[in-house]
């Protein structure tokens, strides 16, 4: 059987549907192509005339803006320098503060110090020989009492006071 005539109609067959798809492909890139067009033309009349002005705007206040960004780095500058010139005037009250609270507790620590030390010999010095002092005074004055009124008992003839009885 002879197969040349099928597959020369099978290619015809194929040839056409690409030449339908080539077709189809040429009238979908038109369109597109209309459309972009549109798109472009729209974007001329709008949005360049948007740009123009935009541009023209930065061009006019380009001089302003170079000025404003030049005074805030000076001033930037000028309060890094007062912040640090702050900083150390600070760090240096704080040094000094802490130096004086030592300082107050070191004195104060030698006057509690000198306080106990004064305490204490006062109190060996004075307190402690008053003391036995007026623990003598006291037995002397007991003692006479004793012997005085021992013979202010035998004076009178009472004996013992009821007082003293009851202690």
């Not at 709008?46 to 705007?57: G, N």
């Amino acid at each position: 059987m002879d197969y040349l005539p099928i597959f020369i109609g099978v290619t015809a067959a194929a040839v056409v549907i690409q030449a339908g798809i080539l077709v189809a492909m040429y009238l979908a890139v038109r369109q597109s192509t209309a459309r972009m067009e549109g798109l472009a033309n729209e974007i001329k009349t709008k949005v360049l005339p948007t740009a123009e002005i935009a541009y023209s705007m930065l061009t006019e206040f380009r001089p302003h803006l170079e000025t404003l960004v030049k005074n805030v780095s000076e001033s930037s500058v000028m309060v890094r320098t007062q912040i640090e010139r702050l900083d150390a005037t600070v760090s240096d009250a704080i040094d000094r503060t802490r130096l004086q609270v030592i300082r107050a507790d070191e004195l104060l620590n030698r006057t509690l110090d000198r306080v106990e030390s004064t305490t204490n010999l006062v109190h060996k010095t004075v307190v402690s020989p008053v003391r036995q002092l007026a623990g003598l005074v006291q037995g002397v004055t007991s003692g006479l009492e004793f012997l005085i009124g021992s013979k202010r008992r035998r004076h009178n003839g009472v004996g013992v006071p009821q007082d003293e009885m009851f202690i």
